[in-house]
């Protein structure tokens, strides 16, 4: 099999609030570890930031020329002195925030997971394989910096930029709400405040649509899995973002623990009824119906899930959208729904 | 006028359950400046620990050691070094000094400048290598001497101390005769000429008894004779102390030689069985 | 009366002349190093602009006009790293040299008596307090910075050591032996409670990994002042005590016999070699063969007399490392314990194989 690429915010997107990936992400790092070493760098040092802090908010005095003082994600109360015109983003949902504002040609810095839109893969690359690279964002001159949350982006690095005299706002939704609220809190900062609240409501729209459609349709245990390995397993963790998100689409989340965990005799005793493999989305081998049932059914003691039997091994293409917590994850929220309830989207 | 060394009634015995076998059982040993003396007596007599409890390696379970009038408890390390020179039985040099910088080394204790040697010690190095017999090996490597040559750097380092009083753990080990001789003579220069005082463990009875003026001989943790090599060296103690017949001969010119007796391929039982 | 039979001066040492050239080597070398170190980087900047800016920040009449971002990378980003690269370098260096004399072992790191475990468990359980035990962490009055996780390394560290003398110590003094086999038993109790603590780390993890293998990434000012006066002061300590360490190489019998106090002056040096190595970890994290190559390298070329070797061992050190970090930042922002690893070990390797060829063996 082989190895994953974590695109999106990947595993971030697993866990619930406040927690990060822990004892078994050791399993994850060793497998992506080669490709860390050969290419790119760890994060250096670091430290624990406060994990769950309050959403983005703005103070209700902002005015479009003057500073704007708002509280991000990590808690941390940043002075903005005035729409940017230069932002450097470090993770790919933020880039997606910013374009979706129509904001993108103010981006001079983006990481080298970015793929959406397809403009910013001729941005320069400030972060390489999740290391950031300080000089390069310096040297990119910006005067905004948008930064991941939960050790995402290191917190040495944060706090390195910040020593450097750069504004850095942290990001880090957990839910639905939250989001809004992180693209209104952005909307504010660079100025567009009319298009996030645009974005938003269109979003809720969308939404709301989804819950619609698929009410009273019965709700199929269903697991989510996103990442497969003999010793290791990731699905959705207990709380996290993509529960919430099975849980609007109709379907009950199998979960694993807080750090997205789970073992297969977890999984045996959930029973689920409905198997969606995110991995689908970076592995051929599971890309076709036929290739996954196989696959699943030739792991030991998965043959006897209900899910298996009844052949409802899906292989799921959208898990970029599914697990990066931007303004595309209404799309996986829409693709979640069509594969849980087939029946209910005319197909 | 204090003596150099003034040993009474040592007493030691290495801890239980270790391998070394020599216990002192009351030693007394007293030694003037200017005076040599050889330390002789079988293996495992306690040459070396009798020498390692006047350097103070060791702690005596009983008795007392002075040095030059002073207890040795009194005396620093860095102040005995200034006075006394230990040459021990064995010592591994370290392998890239050159001969001439290892016998820098032994004027650590007379070092005055904080980086460099000043005159007096270069002065003090010479003098050591050349009384060593060591002269032409003061640029060799330490790796790269045989045993005899390394037997005579370390002489002169124990030379460079410029000492007081000179302790020497079997000196002539590894030499052949005219080297043995050598570093003897040498010895013998620095107590007639600057009143140093010398205590040898020596292990060739005839060299001891050509070269000291007195002989203390060890046997079963005590001194069991001490005195004139010509009165202490006696065929019925070698016997009793050594195991060994011995016969004396006398050489042309008067002097008086202990030959051993070995008859017919087989050594000869011990004459007389002292009292113990 | 002055023997005269020499017929040329006796040499008995290195002569001031050869000890300015080393010294003065030395020291060239690490300049160079540090000016490259500067123009290398993944924005590129070239090595006279770098010295320029650097030049004008500290008060030189330098012309030249840089952009601001130009100027902070250099002064603010790239400067101290390599600062500390040179400080770091030269603590592993000349502890390296001590800890091999003191040990009498070719084979002695600057990590033989548990510096590196006791860094380790201090760094790692400060780096894995605030995903352990969040209301602890959080009731510290906010996040943990790196300041603690530096303090927790450095006291971890010298605590370890304290340790490790006290139980290697047995009747009159500590057995060198001893104090090897009990370091490496600490060390073994220490790793394996850090290996629980990597499992436990959560999102800490990555962190963690990176302190581990050694990096500079993040140096800044402050802690460059910090850590560079105590790895200075040891390291000028141990500098004076170079015919000490000599003197221990005849061994400890001798030593004292030419009036070293031996077990003071191993207490003594330990400290000394412990604080530079634990300054030098609390701020890059447990880099690897700098202290353990540097040494040797330099004794095959000027010789085991610690006069020479202990300073030419810490410039040497610096040199390596700061040319090693820029290595490490080329490649990618690798951690500079990954170069250091990959290009010590084999060259260890090949130190060893020349050595045991060239060594001549003693006759009987």
């Not at chain 3, 084999?346 to 194989?353: E, G, S, V």
Request: contains cysteine; charged residues 15%; glycine residues 12%.
């Amino acid at each position: 099999m082989s190895t994953p690429r974590v695109k999106g915010n990947g595993i971030g997107m697993a866990i619930p609030h406040g927690r990060g990936p822990s004892a078994t992400s050791l399993g994850l790092l060793l497998l992506v570890l080669p490709l860390l070493v050969l290419a790119g760098c760890l994060p250096a040092g670091g430290r624990g930031s406060a994990a769950s802090g309050p959403t983005g908010r703005t103070d209700p005095s902002p005015s479009p020329e003057g500073p704007l003082v708002v509280t991000d994600d990590a808690g941390r109360s940043v002075t903005v002195a005035g729409p940017p015109s230069r932002i450097v983003s470090l993770a790919p949902s933020n880039t997606e925030i910013v374009c979706a504002l129509g904001a993108c040609d103010r981006l001079v810095g983006v990481t080298d997971a970015d793929d959406y839109p397809p403009e910013v893969t001729e941005l320069d690359r400030v972060v390489v394989q999740t290391s950031v690279d300080i000089e390069a964002v310096v040297a990119a001159e910006p005067d905004l910096v948008l930064a991941a949350g939960n050790e995402l982006t290191p917190s040495e690095a944060i706090e390195q930029l910040e020593r450097l005299g750069l504004t850095v706002v942290v990001l880090y939704p957990q839910t639905l709400d939250e989001l809004h609220a992180n693209i209104e809190l952005v909307g504010a900062v660079i100025g567009e405040g009319g298009a996030a609240a645009g974005l938003v409501a269109d979003l809720e729209e969308r939404t709301a649509a989804v819950v619609d459609a698929v009410a009273g349709a019965g709700r199929p245990r269903t697991y989510y899995e996103v990442f497969y390995s003999d010793a290791a397993i990731y699905t959705a963790g207990e709380g996290s973002f993509i529960a919430e998100l099975i849980s609007l689409a109709g379907g009950e989340p199998v979960t694993g623990d807080a750090q997205g965990v789970i073992d297969t005799e977890r999984i045996i005793a959930a029973d689920p009824e409905l198997i969606l493999l995110g991995a689908a989305s970076y592995d051929p081998a599971l890309a076709d119906a036929e290739g996954a049932l196989a696959a699943v059914s030739a792991r030991p003691g998965w043959g006897q899930l209900s899910a298996v039997r009844a052949g409802r091994v899906v292989p799921y293409l959208e898990d970029v959208v599914t697990t990066r917590p931007g303004p595309r994850i209404v799309d996986g929220l829409e693709a979640l729904a069509r594969a849980i309830h087939p029946d209910r989207f005319g197909d | 006028m204090s003596a150099a060394i003034r040993a009474d009634g040592l007493r030691f015995a290495f801890p239980a359950g270790s391998p070394a076998r020599s216990v002192l059982r009351g030693v007394d040993l007293a030694l003037d400046r200017g005076e040599l003396v050889a330390l002789v007596g079988p293996n495992g007599s306690g040459k070396t620990t009798l020498l390692r409890l006047l350097t103070g390696l060791l702690r005596p379970d009983a008795g007392r050691i002075s040095i030059f009038g002073r207890p040795l408890e009194r005396w620093s390390r860095a102040e005995l070094a200034r006075r006394v020179a230990v040459l021990p039985q064995s010592l591994e040099l370290p392998p890239g000094f050159r001969v001439a910088e290892l016998v820098e080394m032994a004027r650590a204790p007379h070092a005055r400048r904080l980086f460099g040697a000043t005159p007096e010690d270069r002065d003090a190095v010479e003098r050591a290598l050349l009384e060593a017999d060591a002269t032409a090996l003061a640029d060799r490597r330490a790796g790269a001497l045989s045993g005899g040559e390394r037997q005579r750097v370390l002489v002169a380092m124990s030379l460079a101390q410029e000492p007081d009083l000179l302790l020497l753990d079997e000196p002539t080990i590894h030499l052949d005769l005219a080297h043995a001789v050598g570093v003897l003579r040498a010895v013998e220069a620095l107590r007639s000429r600057r009143g140093v005082a010398v205590l040898a463990v020596v292990h060739d009875l005839a060299l001891a008894s050509t070269f000291a003026a007195r002989v203390a001989v060890l046997h079963e943790g005590r001194i069991v004779a001490d005195g004139p090599p010509q009165r202490v060296l006696l065929p019925s103690l070698i016997g009793r102390v050594f195991g060994v017949s011995v016969e004396e001969a006398t050489t042309r010119d008067g002097r008086r030689v202990l030959v051993p007796l070995v008859a017919g391929g087989a050594l000869p039982r011990p004459v007389a069985v002292g009292d113990e | 009366m002055r023997a005269t039979v020499t017929a040329r001066p006796l040499v008995t040492g290195p002569t001031p002349g050869r000890a300015a050239v080393v010294l003065a080597g030395g020291g060239l070398m690490v300049l160079a190093a540090g000016a490259l170190a500067l123009a290398l980087g993944t924005v590129g900047i070239g090595p006279l602009d770098a010295l320029g800016i650097v030049g004008r920040r500290i008060g030189l009449p330098v012309d030249g006009a840089w952009a601001p971002s130009t100027e902070t990378i250099v002064w603010e980003i790239r400067l101290p790293r390599v600062l500390t690269g040179m400080v770091v370098g030269a603590g592993l260096g000349a502890s390296g040299a001590v800890f091999q004399a003191l040990f009498r072992n070719p084979m002695a790191d600057p990590y033989i008596i548990g510096t590196a475990s006791g860094a380790s468990l201090g760094a790692v359980g400060a780096l894995v307090l605030p995903t352990l035990a969040p209301a602890l962490a959080a009731a510290g009055g906010g996040p943990l910075g790196t300041g603690l996780v530096q303090a927790s390394a450095f006291a971890g560290a010298l605590a370890t050591v304290g340790l490790v003398y006290a139980l290697a110590r047995s009747g009159s003094g500590v057995p060198v032996v001893t104090l090897l086999l009990t370091g490496y038993a600490v060390s073994a109790v220490l790793a394996a409670i850090v290996a629980l603590l990597i499992f436990l780390s959560g999102r800490a993890l990555a962190a963690v990994v990176a302190w581990i293998m050694g990096s500079l990434a993040g140096a800044s000012w402050g802690e460059l002042g910090l850590a560079g006066a105590l790895v200075t002061a040891a390291v000028v300590l141990l500098l004076l005590r170079w015919r000490r360490l000599n003197l221990l190489l005849l061994g400890e019998s001798q030593a004292a016999h030419l009036g070293l106090g031996v077990e003071r002056e191993k207490l003594v040096l330990t400290m000394l070699a412990a604080l530079a190595t634990s300054a030098a970890v609390a701020v890059a994290g447990t880099i690897g063969f700098v202290g353990l190559v540097a040494p040797h390298l330099v004794r095959l070329a000027v010789g085991p007399d610690h006069r020479l070797l202990l300073p030419a061992s810490a410039l040497l050190g610096a040199a390596l490392l700061t040319l090693a970090d820029a290595g490490a930042r080329l490649a990618g922002g690798i951690p500079v314990g990954v170069v250091t690893a990959l290009i010590g070990a084999p060259f260890f390797l090949w130190l060893l194989r020349r050595s045991s060829a060239v060594r001549p063996r003693a006759e009987p």
